[in-house]
């Protein structure tokens, strides 16, 4: 029998985890149980401080008829001078809010120490729920889920943020979107360590002059 350690499983959760969006989810809905193992990994991410700085609204089944609120708000903030297109937001929110069966809303609120001031920078604090972004994207790979983190336009807009609650210092940072694939999973490549690592093995490797190590990794 061939024994598989834990860091073989590890690594291969790693590189199976892919980005994939709108187009590639079906549209049949995902068990709540399912959803809940990945909040579940995503709540174990570290952070400075133990501030626990992730928040996460899950949008679900009917549920996504309040996103579609929320986005129509911020494309009527968008269009506010244009009738044509105010009137065209609520298809365009209801369209996009239904293309994907889970939407998970990714909010920063950052820890705060007894007389209100902040625990920890808000670098840190952003830091941390990317660490638990990435938590929730293994997990969902790993459970077979399609998914993709977003984070332009409607999924960070500021009236989306305020209808999530979210007010400054707090943030949003995007949307986990995710569903069953649609498609076939795919592969991705990376850039060489070689141009991202300098490797000092002795004072003489540390120059001020070279980023990275020209080595191969
Ligand atoms: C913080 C963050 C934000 C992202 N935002 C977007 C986005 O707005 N739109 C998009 O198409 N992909 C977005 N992505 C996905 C990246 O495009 C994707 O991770 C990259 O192409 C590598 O592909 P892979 O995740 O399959 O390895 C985002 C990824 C991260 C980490």
């Known amino acids: 029998m061939v ?3 834990t860091a073989e499983v590890l690594y291969g959760a790693i590189l199976n985890r892919r980005s994939m969006g709108l187009a590639r989810l079906k549209p049949d809905a995902v068990d709540r149980a399912v959803i809940e193992q990945m909040l579940d990994a ?8 133990d501030t626990e700085p992730w928040r996460f609204t899950v949008f679900a089944g009917e549920g996504r008829a309040a996103l579609a609120d929320l986005f129509e708000a911020a494309q009527k903030e968008n269009v506010a001078d244009n009738p044509e297109a105010l009137a065209k937001a609520r298809e365009g929110a209801t369209k996009r809010a239904f293309a994907a069966p889970v939407w998970i809303s990714i909010g920063m609120v950052p820890g705060r120490k007894t007389d209100g001031s902040l625990q920890m920078s808000l670098d840190e604090e952003l830091m941390a729920v990317a660490c638990a972004v990435q938590n929730l994207h293994l997990m969902a790979s ?16 500021p009236a989306v943020a305020r209808g999530l609650g979210l007010q400054e210092p707090d943030r949003l940072l995007g949307f986990f979107m995710c569903g069953w694939p649609s498609s076939d999973w795919f592969t991705s490549t990376r850039r ?4 991202k690592v300098r490797w000092v093995d002795s ?4 120059t001020s002059a070279s980023t990275t190590n020209e080595e191969e990794i």
Do not use: C, Q, R
Not at 142 to 157: F, I, T, Y
Not at 192 to 195: D, T
């Open 3 to 5: 024994s598989i350690s």
């Open 42 to 49: 995503a709540n174990w991410a570290p952070s400075h401080g």
């Open 142 to 157: 790993a459970l077979g889920l399609a998914g993709m983190w977003h984070s332009k336009g409607p999924s960070v807009h």
């Open 192 to 195: 060489p360590l070689s141009e």
């Open 203 to 206: 004072p003489e490797d540390f």
